[in-house]
C-alpha cells in the first residue's frame, strides 16, 4: 500500500489553521507515549567494509566522543534571561512586524512582556531540544536494527551513544539552568511517531537524519551565535559536531539508496519530505508560550502563516536553509517532474536551495570537536 501525502499531515491545505489547532491539542501522556516501531529487523551477513564513506565517519565519531558530565562545567553559573535576551536582536524584526499587523495580539506590549516571552521562549526550545534528541536516540537504535548494510550499522551504533548524550546534556541544562519545562510539542511529536511507524528503512533516515537532524543543527547553529553563555556555547558546539556528522550519514546512505529508486517510489520520499518540513514548520509557531503569554493560539497561528512569506524571516530561515540544500543534494528537489522543487517554491522557501548542505560540514566541527578544550 503506498502510503500518500496524505495519509501524514491527514489534510489538503498546508495552512488550515483548524487542522493545525487540531494537531496542536493531542495529548502525549504525562510520562509515557507508546507507539508502533515498524519494520523488518535486518541481519546481514556480509561483513565487508564496502562503504568507505560511512566507515570514514565511524572512525570520527570514534575519535570524537565526549563525555557530558567531565567535558562541560556545570558549576557556571546561567542567567535565564540574559540568555534569552540573547536571541531577542535576531527576532526583533519579527516582533516589530508582529506588533504593527492589524489587530495584533501583541500590539501594546513593551519591553516587559517581550523579555518574558523570550524566556518562555528559551524554555521551549531546550525542552524541544531535549524532547527531539529522545526521538533522534529512538530512531537510531531502529536504524541500527533495519538497515540492511553493516557499514551502516556500525556508524549507527556510535549515534545512539551520541543521541543518548544529548539527552543527558539538554536534560541536565534544563533541570539544574533554567526555570521551567515544556511538554513536547505535537507537531514534533507526530513527526516522529510517522518516522518510527513507517516500516520502510529509508524513511526512518529521510525524517530524522535528514529533516529533525538538519532542522536541528540550524537551530543549535543560529543558538551558538548568538550566546555568549558559556556552559550553553560549550555544550552546542559538542552537539553540533555531532549532529553534522548524523546528517553527514543520512545523505551519504540515501544517495546510494536513492540512485536505484524509480520515480513513484521517489515521489513518495519527496511527498514524505514536504510532509514533515510542515511539522516542523507548524512546530516552530510554540503556541504553548503564547498562550502562556496570554494571547489565544488560534489568533497567532493565523498571524504567523499570514507572515511566513515575508522575506527574510528568521523562523523560516532556520528551518529551511539546511533541509532544502540536502533534499537538493540527495536528487530529491527535481526528482520526477519537480514535484519538490514546486513544492518549496509554493511554500516560499525555494531560495536556500543553494545554501550550505550539511555533506561536509561535519569536516569542520570535527576538528573543532578534537580541540574542544579550547572552547
Known amino acids: 500500500m503506498v502510503e500518500t501525502a496524505q495519509q501524514f499531515l491527514g489534510r489538503d ?21 507508546p507507539t508502533p516501531a515498524r519494520g523488518d529487523a ?27 558530565s567531565t567535558d562541560l562545567d556545570w558549576s557556571t553559573p546561567v542567567d535565564p534571561e540574559r540568555v534569552a535576551l540573547e536571541m531577542a536582536p535576531a527576532a526583533a524584526m519579527f516582533q516589530q512586524r508582529m506588533a504593527e499587523l492589524p489587530g495584533s495580539p501583541v500590539a501594546r506590549w513593551g519591553p516587559k512582556e517581550w523579555t518574558q516571552f523570550q524566556v518562555e521562549a528559551l524554555n521551549w526550545r531546550m525542552s524541544q531540544f531535549l524532547h527531539g534528541e529522545q526521538g533522534a536516540l529512538i530512531c537510531t537504535a531502529k536504524i541500527v536494527a533495519t538497515t540492511p548494510w553493516i557499514d551502516a550499522k556500525y556508524y549507527a551504533a556510535t549515534q545512539v551513544m551520541d543521541e543518548a548524550r544529548h539527552v543527558e546534556v539538554f536534560s541536565r541544562y534544563l533541570d539544574t539552568k533554567l526555570e521551567g519545562h515544556y511538554p513536547v510539542n505535537p507537531a514534533l511529536q507526530l513527526l516522529i511517531d510517522d518516522i518510527i511507524g513507517d516500516s520502510r528503512w529509508d524513511m526512518t533516515y529521510m525524517g530524522m537524519q535528514i529533516m529533525v537532524e538538519g532542522l536541528a543543527l540550524a537551530a543549535f547553529g543560529f543558538m551558538h551565535h548568538v550566546t555568549e553563555e558559556p556552559l550553553l556555547k560549550k555544550l552546542l558546539r559538542y552537539v ?7 546528517v553527514a550519514f543520512g545523505v551519504l546512505s ?9 520515480a513513484a517510489e521517489l515521489r513518495e520520499r519527496q511527498e514524505f519530505a514536504f510532509e514533515a518540513a510542515l511539522r516542523m ?9 503564547w498562550e502562556t503569554m496570554g494571547v489565544d493560539r488560534r489568533t497567532v497561528t493565523e498571524f504567523l502563516l499570514g507572515m511566513r512569506r515575508m522575506r527574510n524571516n528568521p523562523f523560516q530561515a532556520a528551518l529551511f536553509s539546511k533541509i532544502v540544500p540536502n533534499c537538493k543534494k540527495l536528487g530529491l528537489l527535481d526528482a520526477g517532474d519537480g514535484w519538490l ?6 511554500i516560499g522557501v525555494i531560495q536556500f536551495e543553494d545554501a550550505t548542505d550539511t555533506g561536509e560540514e561535519y569536516e569542520s566541527f570535527d576538528e573543532v570537536a578534537r580541540n574542544r578544550a579550547a572552547g
Not at 254 to 262: H, K, P, R, S, V
Not at 281 to 289: A, E, K, P, Q, S
Not at 341 to 346: K, S
Open 42 to 68: 535486518i541481519f546481514t551477513w556480509d561483513y565487508e567494509r564496502s562503504r568507505p564513506g560511512l566507515a570514514k565517519l565511524s572512525e570520527k565519531a570514534k575519535t570524537s566522543q565526549w563525555n557530558g
Open 240 to 246: 553540533m559536531a555531532d549532529e553534522a556528522r548524523h
Open 341 to 346: 522543487r514546486d513544492r518549496f517554491t509554493d
Open 281 to 289: 514548520r507548524d512546530r516552530l509557531m510554540m503556541h504553548r508560550v
Open 13 to 33: 491545505d498546508v495552512d488550515s489553521v483548524e487542522a493545525i489547532l487540531a494537531d496542536d491539542s493531542i495529548d502525549f501522556g504525562d510520562l509515557v507515549h
Open 254 to 262: 540515501l544517495q546510494e539508496y536513492y540512485a536505484g529508486l524509480g
